[in-house]
């Protein structure tokens, strides 16, 4: 009998099972400072000006701790999310439109979140 | 259970045993606060838009930086931002439980319940806490 299990059998498990899970706690450890920094950089520029506000976010300090913060939240949400759906949503067709939906979303705000940090660095 | 049972078994049709879900147990606390992690989880989530918001603006120049100032000094922007908050500091608060669980210690009765209640408690106070903080930077409420 020829089955597609055939194709694979023999080959033993792809080692990549757990990956996502232990993706999720690496970057939760790495939130934890980050969002204390993030939580820091916000109460210093509350109610300063526009150009205070730029300066500081440019600074090489602050931005690197941004960005930092910015990248690791985005794979973090992205496992997170992915993990929300694929409990929820059943339908196959609505299910990859949500995976696909969430890729996009993570890779559109997180992209556009290291530039904006990156313009406020280098400027013009 | 045996309610379960006896509905399925003495059904006409002989309607097959479901696992029992969400809405068949009586809500404990660390039920409710792994319910409010998911939600906080997906709130953040949507609020990454926020951050993309105050970014970008920054990033563009003073005008657009004035409108985010207006919102985020509304009566609703504040709302969001004091809900934001309270969901960062939850999350990373539950989120550090989640750890400790799993390194295999705080699951006796008392420790989880303590633990779960800890992070309620811990946040509500953290973002009391910040906001005072806040507004002890701006000078005080405007």
């Not at chain 1, 109610?47 to 910015?70: D, E, K, N, Y």
């Not at chain 1, 999310?81 to 890729?103: G, P, R, W």
């Not at chain 2, 309610?3 to 097959?16: M, P």
Request: proline letters at 3%; glycine letters at 8%; one cysteine or more.
């Amino acid at each position: 009998m020829l089955t597609p299990a055939r194709r694979v059998r023999g080959l033993g498990a792809a080692h990549s099972g757990t990956g996502h899970f232990w993706h999720q706690r690496v970057t939760s450890v790495a939130a934890i400072p980050l969002t204390i920094g993030l939580l820091l950089i916000i109460t210093a520029l509350l109610g300063r000006s526009h150009a205070a506000v730029v300066q500081i976010l440019g600074s090489p300090l602050v931005a690197i701790i941004m960005l930092l913060f910015i990248i690791n939240t985005a794979y973090h949400m992205w496992i997170g999310v992915q993990e929300i759906i694929l409990d929820y949503v059943h339908e196959d067709k609505f299910k990859l439109l949500s995976l696909m939906a969430n890729t996009f979303f993570v890779f559109a705000t997180g992209l556009a979140c290291v530039f904006a940090v990156l313009k406020l660095s280098f400027g013009v | 259970m045996a309610e379960l049972e006896a509905r399925t078994t003495t059904g006409a049709d002989h309607a097959r045993p479901l696992s029992p879900h969400l809405q068949i147990y009586r809500p404990t606390l660390t039920m409710m606060m792994s319910i409010v992690h998911r939600m906080t989880g997906a709130m953040l989530y949507f609020g990454m838009l926020l951050l993309a918001w105050w970014l970008i603006a920054a990033a563009a120049g003073p005008n657009a930086y004035a409108n985010v100032e207006w919102f985020m000094g509304s009566l609703i922007g504040r709302l969001v931002l004091f809900a934001y908050t309270w969901a960062l500091l939850h999350h990373m608060l539950g989120g550090l439980r989640h750890l400790i669980w799993d390194t295999i210690h705080g699951f006796d009765p008392a420790e989880r319940e303590l633990l779960t209640l800890a992070t309620l408690i811990g946040s509500i106070t953290l973002t009391l806490v910040l906001w005072v903080v806040g507004y002890l930077v701006m000078g005080g409420p405007r």
